[in-house]
């Protein structure tokens, strides 16, 4: 039986990380809004009154008669299904805890381009939100890379990947925040990653997989845009 993954069609934003382990992993799924009547699935769900367990919001995973939502809980769910996480238990969580400190770099990119409200335009909160990349930039970005790069430089196995000797979800994760901020803030995160060697070569791993090129290359990726978690406003990046 086919997974089902409920997200937003246009954007790849959260749900693009729990897409990129069903993709690696070969797994079936049905992204279910980007097909023929699809966001009225989704909206349906995220308003039913009948449900014991409501989301708050997407991504949700169906898996059978469970739903799931929240990406890091999508992903610790998957994770030892689709052969993305550690056997062992102290493993397993080790990993949750790079993706759950993952969630909060992609919740403060998003930050930088609405730093005030949600619900306000970009050009409605522009001043504040020079402000705020200025430290994502120049505080943020480095820490977070920085610690990413600390965990590959002390893994036992030095295999290259965050955990253990194999690849798991919080490597594909740590691609896609890569990605996503050479796509936002490329001057900037081209200085960081130029400090951050293990990472850079991680993310370049990754993109060689063979699963992961072939989704890339396909139509099922959808390009960053204006719309996602991860915008390019050339004004909120470094000055060369």
Request: charged residues 25%.
């Amino acid at each position: 039986m086919a997974y089902e993954l409920f997200y937003w069609p246009n954007i790849q934003g959260r749900g693009e990380f729990v897409r990129l382990a069903l993709e690696q992993a070969g797994a079936p799924y049905v992204d279910v809004a980007r097909e023929d009547g699809g966001m009225e699935t989704l909206l349906a769900l995220l308003d039913d009154p009948g449900a014991a367990h409501p989301p708050f919001a997407p991504p949700i995973l169906r898996d059978g008669e469970r739903l799931i939502a929240q990406t890091a809980a999508i992903l610790l769910h998957l994770g030892p299904r689709l052969q993305l996480a550690p056997a062992d238990e102290a493993g397993r969580l080790w990993v949750h805890q790079i993706q759950l400190t993952i969630a909060d770099l992609v919740a403060e990119a998003h930050d930088t381009h609405h730093p005030i409200d949600v619900e306000l335009y970009y050009d409605d909160q522009k001043p504040e939100a020079a402000r705020r990349a200025a430290g994502f930039r120049n505080g943020r970005i480095p820490k977070f890379l920085g610690w990413l790069e600390s965990i590959l430089a002390r893994n036992p196995e030095d295999s290259g990947w965050l955990v253990g000797a194999e690849l798991t979800y919080a490597d594909l994760s740590a691609f896609q925040i890569v990605e996503g901020l050479n796509y936002a803030f490329p001057i900037a995160a081209k200085r960081v990653l130029a400090k951050t060697p293990l990472l850079a070569s991680l993310a370049e791993e990754v993109r060689a997989l063979p699963n992961i090129a072939a989704y890339l290359a396909s139509p099922r990726r959808i390009p960053f845009n204006q719309e996602g978690i991860f915008r390019r406003y050339p004004e909120l990046d470094e000055r060369r």
